[in-house]
């Protein structure tokens, strides 16, 4: 990749974001605020409330009985001429990927989006192998084609405007630079349609993973997917171990829930159910199929007192449409995999909280994640958690501490609280926050409250005499 950034580097990299590319924050806000309009639109015609209980309910019970599901699934996987895999830690999962490539001579492998193939970074892992991996996602062929990671879990290329992919097909694919976007979407289609027909391997990701019958459910618009997992004669398919539902029955309300939560769509334009290798007489399908179980911290995170709750996620990218915060720089600046309020609670349980630091203060607890959470995660209630899990632990920022040690000791003294609340009362809020960055942007369409003439305590005194 062209870049490399960690959650350590957050406050530079989103502070130089906002400072020096104003396009970012033009592209993402425009994306985000209609992801979030055409998700209110598709929940307001069912019984969203409803159906987001449910799916709390259904995905707590998964998470509370996992290792009972998970073993049901793979015994259905490999009950269907599946191999089931499981892997612990991202070299295990990479290691089974290392033999697949060996034992069939692998040399180009076409990819379905994966966020979880991101997080393994098994791009980079096949490049290493001498194999071309060809992300066939629009979105993720973009940004392959940048050298970049995703912006964001189900639109990874927002953070790009209509000019950059003008210029960025025209240098790679000959289009016209005027051209429009159905016409780079067709000259991404003709490039591709090769790839799918040349490639040795297919690798896609889960959406979900029903036990009872060991179907793997995948959701996409474009049909890529589709092609990844049916056309290569060998298909893996790498599942986060928290994707498991108890039934097949679940995933018409996960399928449903999930489409209108991140794209406003009554269900995706494809959805797959895969359950196994081709059988004999079928005309298309893999000869061979893998499913890749990836733990990678996830076990940890679910002995959280708290944190565990994350673990529900549908990866709907709800979250970041709603957050103020992450409209302003997109998902790069999180430095890792996932980003926005998802990022902020997945991180410190994925990776450990030290290596997640700043990213549990990347918010501002505004609560917007919540409404928009189709599993009802209570993001701000973790965010909470994971600050007060940083305080423990002394991982606080520098700025945060001193910040907290000179309110305590203006507050245990009544004569400097006092003067302190005197000269709040009486700061020009409005006019000082116009020539100071982020806040001059908040106050445009805000107006602070007008302080009372007299304090609490002097009308408290008041009140007493």
Known sequence: MSFSTRPSDYREVSARTVRSTPSVRASVGSATRAFETARRNALASVEAEAWRDWARDVKTHTLMHLDRYLAEAADRLAERGVHVHWAPEPDDALRVLSEIVEKHGVRSAVKGKSMLAEELEVNEHLEKLGVEPVETDLGEYIIQLLGEPPSHIVGPAIHRSLEDCRILFHEHLGTPLDAAPDDLAAAARAALRSRFLAAELGISGGNFLAADTGTIALIENEGNIRLSTSVPPVHVAFVGIEKVVPRFEDLAGFLQLTARS?????????????????????????????????DNGRTRMLADERGWEALRC????????????????????????????????????????????????????????????????????????????????????????????????????????????????????????????????????????????????????????
Not at 273 to 286: A, C, I, K, N, T
Request: aromatic share 6%.
């Open 262 to 294: 991140a794209t406003g769509q009554p269900i995706g334009l494809y959805v797959s159910l895969l359950q196994g290798p081709r059988s004999e007489g079928e005309v298309d399908g893999p000869e061979e199929m893998h499913v890749v179980l990836v």
């Open 314 to 465: 549908v990866r709907c990218g709800a979250c970041l449409n709603s957050c103020p915060v992450y409209r302003q720089t997109g998902g790069h600046a999180y430095g890792w995999t996932y980003s926005g309020p998802i990022g902020a609670i997945l991180s410190p349980g994925l990776l450990g909280l030290e290596a997640a630091m700043p990213l549990p203060y990347a918010s501002s607890l505004c609560g917007a994640c919540v409404e928009a959470c189709p599993v009802r995660i209570p993001i701000p209630e973790l965010l909470v958690h994971w600050r007060e899990r940083a305080v423990a632990a002394g991982l606080t920022p520098r700025s945060e501490g001193l910040g907290s040690r000179a309110l305590a000791a203006v507050a245990a003294r009544p004569g400097a609280y006092g003067a302190a609340a005197v000269a709040l009362r009486n700061t020009p809020w409005r006019s000082m926050a116009r020539s100071l960055p982020v806040l001059n942007g908040w106050v445009e369409g805000r107006e602070a409250p007008t302080p009372s003439p007299r304090s609490f305590r002097q009308q408290w005194k008041e009140g007493i005499e």
